[in-house]
């Protein structure tokens, strides 16, 4: 049985082990953090290994006019995302050894050429130390100690689409550092993660019940998330208490003046759960999506019911799913252990004249990996990169899409061309004696014979990668016909690089 509190134990220890370059500053800055664990079981079955092997923090994502067609820019910058695509650098680096004849502590070869799958005891587990963005947040209050914002009354209702006031993390206080960053904010604005979150709940909580408590009755309220529901959807109602949320329903990051792309971590989570956390592009080299068994909260506000009908009831029907793919709902389980720079205990250990506590600036991302395993970020870049280098590889993330593919790529030239699955093999080998005809024209002089020539379809840019993952293209159709339809699709211009 998976222990939460020993879960949340190791990923908060191996957060204090990181250099100092990226956290939060005591009582006056917070973040949130996720993160993968590997879990290993012996042939004892009393031996069981657990190691963090990803980690991410962060509260941010970028306005949709920052986003960059050349992929070089990290879009989501939310812990969750963070660990997830920090574990993606994880299982590129295992590949690489499993394909290079080098012992791999988490693949073994599969029955199908070119194929991998988990070891036999090998599992995943996902952290994250307060409740997922979006509809996962949207939770009953138990009490008024535990309030986003001022309760709604009869009397008193907000039709502001965060429920309450908004921090303004983007606007330093006085005495906020100022060095957090040498990119100009306004060049790549940031947006807040949970305007009106729970996670802002209990730092507020002893004001809100001075200011209302002798006012009027209060009615019962939900926490609030600053996620903004997808076109399509009918906006939230705002309506007071239960009502102000409609529950259920895909939503995006909230923009602070620009909407974003970002879809809430409760979709993403949810979406996981039957396509995998593999993404597109491993598909091809596994045999069976990877699955988190188990998903953990830290201590917070949360609902078992709420995060069931979040990541686990939306997607429950999806079916008729190629080999390889089902529908895998985790575990869910809560620590009663608290993340020591959440905004509660940041506010906690506020001391009189820092001024008011903001989220942190930077995103964390560490992995198991040997070369470069910390990526520190701000605003879609590299911590303290100026606008000089911005477009070239020093002012990149290693998690971006760019850096990613690149990482793939060099994973598919690591193998060895007969042991190439034949998603990749096949287009490969057309890429291949489309080149070698291109090369002898060219030799000849026949310029004019290949101006009219056009080259066969093969894998040139990203997107060529990700749409010749037939089996996952499948699965994706699948679940956004079955279960999110409304499910924004990416814009294809922003998947051509290579």
């Not at 100092?20 to 290993?40: D, F, I, M, N, S």
Request: glycine letters at 6%.
């Amino acid at each position: 049985m998976l222990d939460p509190d020993e879960v949340s134990r190791l990923c908060y220890e191996r957060f204090q082990q990181l250099p100092r370059r990226g956290k939060p500053e005591p009582g006056r800055e917070w973040t949130l953090l996720a993160a993968v664990l590997q879990v290993t079981r012996k042939e004892n079955p009393d031996s069981v290994e657990k190691e963090v092997v990803s980690m991410g923090t962060g509260t941010k994502c970028i306005g949709q006019t920052a986003m960059s067609p050349n992929g070089d820019v990290l879009n989501d910058s939310h812990a969750e995302v963070i660990a997830r695509r920090g574990c993606i650098r994880y299982l590129i680096q295992q590949l690489h050894e499993a394909v290079s004849g080098r012992s791999s502590s988490v693949f073994c070869p599969s029955d199908q050429r070119g194929k991998w799958k988990l070891r036999p005891g090998v599992s995943f587990v996902f952290f994250t130390s307060h409740t997922p963005c979006g509809d996962a947040s949207i939770i009953p209050m138990k009490d008024e100690q535990s309030q986003p914002c001022p309760p709604v009354t009869p009397v008193q209702v907000s039709h502001e689409g965060g429920g309450g006031r908004k921090r303004k993390a983007d606007e330093p206080s006085e005495d906020q550092n100022p060095k957090m960053s040498r990119l100009d904010l306004k060049e790549t604005e940031q947006v807040d993660r949970r305007d009106t979150e729970a996670s802002e709940s209990w730092a507020d909580s002893t004001e809100t019940s001075v200011e209302t408590s002798d006012v009027v009755p209060q009615v019962p309220d939900v926490h609030r998330t600053g996620a903004k529901c997808v076109p399509g959807v009918p906006a939230d109602p705002l309506q007071p208490g239960p009502g102000y949320h409609s529950t259920g329903v895909l939503r995006v990051k909230p923009g602070r003046g620009e909407p974003t792309l970002s879809l809430s971590c409760s979709d993403k989570l949810a979406r996981w759960g039957v396509l995998g956390f593999q993404g597109a592009l491993l598909s091809h080299y596994l045999q069976e999506a990877l699955y988190f068994t188990a998903v953990v909260v830290g201590r917070c506000p949360y609902s078992p019911e709420v995060m069931l009908r979040a990541l686990v009831t939306r997607c429950s029907q999806v079916s008729d799913l190629p080999a390889g793919f089902s529908v895998r709902p985790p575990v869910l389980l809560q620590s009663s252990l608290e993340f020591p720079f959440s905004q509660a205990q940041t506010e906690l250990h506020r001391r009189d004249g820092q001024g008011r506590i903001s989220p942190c600036g930077a995103a964390i991302s560490w992995c198991n990996v040997p070369d470069q395993p910390l990526d520190v970020t701000a605003n879609g870049y590299k911590h303290g990169v100026t606008r000089k280098v911005l477009g070239t590889p020093k002012a990149r993330s290693l998690l971006c899409k760019l850096e990613l593919f690149r990482s793939f790529l060099s994973l598919v030239s690591a193998t060895d061309p007969s042991a190439l699955p034949d998603s990749l093999s096949k287009l490969l080998e057309i890429h291949s004696a489309w080149r070698n005809i291109f090369l002898l024209m060219m030799s000849r002089g026949e310029r004019k014979s290949l101006e009219t020539w056009k080259q066969p379809s093969d894998l040139q840019t990203y997107w060529d990668y990700k749409q010749a993952s037939s089996w996952y293209q499948q699965t994706q159709q699948q679940l956004l016909l079955q279960a999110f339809p409304l499910w924004p699709r990416s814009d294809r211009n922003l998947l051509l690089f290579r």
